[in-house]
C-alpha cells in the first residue's frame, strides 16, 4: 500500500468498491458489475483521485446521486458511500422499500452511531430486505485528498467549519462543539486511515488546543477499544520507524498570508480563477485571443466558451511547476510548445522521406534508417497528442491568469505587500496605489491595504483613518478593517513584519524566452518578478517543533501523546527532551488554509533533504481560501460589529 495519504485513500476506496475485498489481477482482468451510489460529500472524496475511467475499470457500470431520482435495476448490486446522516439514511430506507437493487453494500464515510444503525436495522426488517444487506462499513475516509501532501476537510458547506463561523460574536458553545467534533471526526480519520497515532503538539488558548484536546481523547479511546483495530498496523508502515508529528494552528495565527497576493502558478489559479478539487474553469475566448491576450482585453463575456481543466498528479507538467513563479511557467510553455513543434515537424519529414522515389539514391540509403525512426515516431503518437493536449490546457489557463495580472497590475500589489511584509523601503506609497485607478479592483486594494495594517504595528488611529478615506473613495467595503482593527487590539500574537522577515521580491530584467515574436504570451508591461525565498509563520513554527529548537514562539505549546497512559497535564514539554528530531509531520490550519503555505512547507521539506532522508510534510486545512473569499470573511464578521 502507497505511503502518501492520496495512495491509501484510493486504495481503500479501490477496496470498497471491490465490495470491500482486496484488489486481485482476477477482479481486475473481470470486475464485477455494480451501482455506485454517493451522497455529495462522497463524490466530493471520490472525484479529485478516481476518474469515471478508473471508476469503469473497477466495475461501476453506473454512479448516481443518493437523493437524485433512481429507477431500479434489480439484478445489479449497488455499494453506497455517504454519511452516516438522518436524511441519507432515510433516502436509503426508501431504497430499501422499493427494492431498487439486487444487494446492498453501505459504507459510511465516517463511523454510524448506535443509535442510526439500529434505525437502518429497523428499516430492513420492515421493508424485509435484511438477506440483501450483505456488508456495513465504517470507511473512517471523512477528508478530500487533494494532493500526496495536501487534504481538505470539507467542499460542501464548507462554511459550516469556516473562520467566519468559527470566531462569529454570537456562536454558542453547542455550535462551536459540533464544528469542533467535526473537524476532530475527520482528523480520526486522516489517522485511521495512514494507521498511525500521532504526537500532538498545539498553542495554548484557541480553537487549535480545543481539537487537540478533542482528538488526543478520541484516539485514547480508540486504542483502548481492543475491538477497533483500527491502529494495529502502527505506524511503522506508513511513517517508517518514527511517529509522526501533528501540528495543530490556528488561523489566527498569521492573518497577512491569506490575504496576500500570490505568485505561483497553482497559488495563482486559485487565487484568480475559479479553482476546486483540483478542476480549474476558464473563460475561453473564441476568437484567437489565446494567442495575443492583449488584442482581445475588452472582449464581451458573451463570447467567451467556458473549458473545464482538470490538473492532477498524471500531468507531469502541472507537478514540475505548480510551485514555480508564473513568469517561470509561462517561459516553460513557451518552450514546451516550440520542443513539442520539432518533434510533431521531425514526424512530418520522417512521412515525406518514406515518399521518395523508390529508384533514388538517397532513398535506398535512408530507407531502412527511416522506417525504424518513422514506426518509432508513430508509436510515439498517442503521447504526442496527449502532450500536445496538455499544452493546450496550460496555455489556456496561463493566458487567463496572464490577463487578470495586467488588468489588476498583480505583479505590482505582489511587490509592495512582499516589500511590506520584510519591512523593506517601498518606491510607491501603499496611498499612492490605493488612488490609483488603474490598480487592481477594490478588493485588491482593501488586501494590500490589510496586508500592511497587519504588519504595521505602531500605525494610529489618524493615519488609518486616512487610509480608510481613500479607500471608501476606492470603492471598498470596510467591514474587514472593522473586524481587524478589533482582531488586533485584542491578539496575543505579535502582528509586526518581524514574523514574516527574509521575503521580498528580485526583479529579473527581461523575459528572455518570451521576448520573440512567435510566443504565445505577451508580456509587455508584467515585472518578471522572483520572491525570495523564505519561511512564512507556519513554516518557521514547524520548523522549530520538527528540530526541537527552543523558541519563545513555540516553548509553550502544549504536548499530547495519546499513546502514554496518563494524558500530560498542561502540555509539559518535558517527554521531548528525550526525545530525536522528528522526519514527519502533518500540519493542520484551522480556519482555512492557503496554496501558499502549503508551498511553502513543501520548499521547507525540500531544502531539508540531505542525501535521501528527506523529512515528509504533510498540509491540511478545513477549508482551502483564497484572498477575496478570507476577505468575505472577514467583512462579515465586522458587520457584525456595531
Known amino acids: 500500500m502507497g505511503s502518501s495519504i492520496r495512495e491509501r485513500q484510493i486504495n481503500l476506496l479501490k477496496q470498497m468498491i471491490n465490495f470491500n475485498q482486496p484488489i486481485t489481477k482476477s477482479t481486475i482482468m473481470e470486475p464485477s458489475w455494480k451501482i455506485l451510489v454517493y451522497d455529495k460529500y462522497g463524490q466530493d472524496i471520490i472525484s479529485p483521485i478516481l476518474s469515471v475511467k478508473e471508476l469503469q475499470e473497477l466495475g461501476v457500470t453506473l ?61 430492513a426488517i420492515n421493508a424485509q430486505s435484511v438477506a440483501q444487506i450483505l456488508k456495513v462499513c465504517d470507511q473512517y475516509l471523512n477528508f478530500i485528498s487533494l494532493e500526496d501532501d495536501l487534504f481538505i476537510l470539507r467542499n460542501q458547506n464548507s462554511d459550516m467549519i469556516s473562520y467566519y463561523s468559527m470566531n462569529r460574536g454570537e456562536i454558542t458553545d453547542t455550535e462551536m462543539n459540533n464544528i469542533l467534533d467535526g473537524i476532530v471526526d475527520s482528523l480520526f480519520s486522516l489517522f485511521a486511515t495512514l494507521g498511525t497515532v500521532p504526537v500532538i503538539r498545539s498553542p495554548k488558548g484557541n480553537a487549535a488546543e480545543m481539537v487537540a484536546e478533542k482528538l488526543d481523547k478520541k484516539l485514547r479511546e480508540s486504542l483502548r477499544d481492543t475491538r477497533s483495530g483500527l491502529f494495529t498496523s502502527d505506524l511503522t508502515q506508513s511513517f517508517g520507524f518514527q511517529r509522526p508529528l501533528l501540528v495543530l494552528l490556528d488561523r489566527n495565527l498569521d492573518m497577512a498570508t491569506p490575504l496576500h497576493h500570490t505568485w505561483t502558478y497553482q497559488a495563482l489559479v486559485h487565487d484568480v480563477l475559479d479553482y476546486t478539487l483540483n478542476r480549474v474553469v476558464v473563460q475561453e475566448p473564441e476568437s484567437d485571443a489565446n494567442h495575443h491576450p492583449d488584442s482581445h482585453r475588452h472582449t464581451p463575456s458573451h463570447k467567451a466558451k467556458i473549458k473545464t481543466c482538470d490538473l492532477n498528479p498524471s500531468d507531469k507538467f502541472w507537478i514540475s511547476y505548480r510551485g514555480s513563479p508564473f513568469p517561470t511557467v509561462a517561459e516553460s510553455i513557451q518552450e514546451e510548445l516550440e520542443d513539442y513543434k520539432a518533434s510533431e515537424s521531425e514526424v512530418k519529414r520522417l512521412k515525406e522521406s518514406m515518399g521518395l522515389d523508390p529508384d533514388g539514391e538517397a532513398a535506398m540509403s535512408l530507407i531502412s534508417n527511416t522506417t525504424a525512426k518513422l514506426t518509432s515516431a508513430v508509436s510515439s503518437l498517442p503521447q504526442l497528442l496527449e502532450r500536445k493536449r496538455l499544452l493546450d490546457m496550460h496555455t489556456t489557463i496561463a493566458t487567463a491568469i496572464l490577463e487578470q495580472i495586467k488588468q489588476r497590475k498583480l505583479d505590482v500589489l505582489l511587490e509592495v505587500e512582499e516589500k511590506v511584509m520584510s519591512k523593506n523601503a517601498l518606491d510607491r506609497s501603499v496611498l499612492d496605489i490605493i488612488s490609483d485607478s488603474e490598480c487592481g479592483t477594490p478588493d485588491d486594494k482593501l488586501r494590500l491595504f490589510l496586508v500592511y495594517f497587519i504588519c504595521s504595528p505602531n500605525m494610529t488611529e489618524s493615519e488609518t483613518d486616512q487610509y480608510a478615506a481613500a479607500l471608501k473613495a476606492a470603492g471598498c467595503n470596510l467591514a474587514a478593517l472593522r473586524y481587524l482593527k478589533r482582531w488586533k487590539s485584542c491578539s496575543k500574537i505579535a502582528t509586526g513584519s518581524s514574523q514574516y522577515s527574509g521575503g521580498g521580491t528580485r526583479t529579473v530584467n527581461m523575459f528572455t524566452k518570451l521576448m520573440s515574436q512567435g510566443s504565445n504570451f505577451v508580456m509587455e508591461g508584467v515585472k518578471n518578478l522572483v520572491v525570495k525565498k523564505h519561511n512564512l509563520p507556519v513554516t518557521r513554527i514547524v520548523d522549530h517543533l520538527m528540530e526541537l529548537k527552543p523558541s519563545p514562539e513555540t516553548d509553550d505549546y502544549r504536548y499530547f501523546d495519546p499513546k502514554l497512559l496518563k494524558p500530560s497535564e498542561g502540555g509539559s514539554t518535558a517527554p521531548l527532551k528525550s526525545r530525536a528530531q522528528f522526519q514527519d509531520a502533518i500540519v493542520f490550519m484551522v480556519g482555512g488554509g492557503t496554496y501558499a503555505e502549503y508551498q511553502n512547507l513543501v520548499d521547507y521539506a525540500k531544502s531539508k533533504t540531505v542525501g535521501g532522508n528527506a523529512k515528509k510534510i504533510v498540509y491540511g486545512c478545513s477549508t482551502l481560501n483564497n484572498g477575496n473569499q478570507f476577505l468575505k470573511q472577514l467583512a462579515l464578521l465586522g458587520e457584525d460589529i456595531q
Open 63 to 123: 454512479h448516481v446521486q443518493l437523493h437524485s431520482p433512481r429507477d431500479p435495476v434489480p439484478d445489479v448490486p449497488a455499494i453506497y458511500f455517504c454519511l452516516p446522516t438522518e436524511e441519507n439514511l432515510g433516502r436509503i430506507s426508501q431504497d430499501l422499500q422499493n427494492q431498487l437493487y439486487e444487494s446492498y453494500y453501505f459504507n459510511f464515510i465516517s463511523s454510524i452511531s448506535r443509535q442510526r444503525l439500529e434505525d437502518l436495522a429497523s428499516a
